[in-house]
């Protein structure tokens, strides 16, 4: 059975433990559950992305 997605706000903090944590024990945490949740780090980006572009607030049209 494979994992709910989590949400954004999460995704966003493991991907930024990843590359910028001083612990190392944050930083392995993060890229396990990247792993186990997108495969890779790279898919867990695209997420974001994907994300963020349907999030996107949309202009105002007059009718």
């Known amino acids: 059975m494979p994992l709910p ?5 999460l995704v966003k903090t493991w991907l930024q433990l ?9 930083r ?3 890229k396990k559950m990247i792993a186990n949740t997108f495969g890779s780090v790279d898919i867990a980006i695209e997420y ?3 994300s963020s572009i349907n999030q996107k607030p949309q202009p ?3 009718t």
């Open 5 to 9: 997605i989590p949400p954004i706000v």
């Open 18 to 26: 990843t590359s910028n944590s001083h612990e190392k024990e944050a």
């Open 28 to 30: 392995m945490h993060a």
């Open 48 to 50: 974001i992305e994907q």
């Open 60 to 62: 105002y049209l007059k």
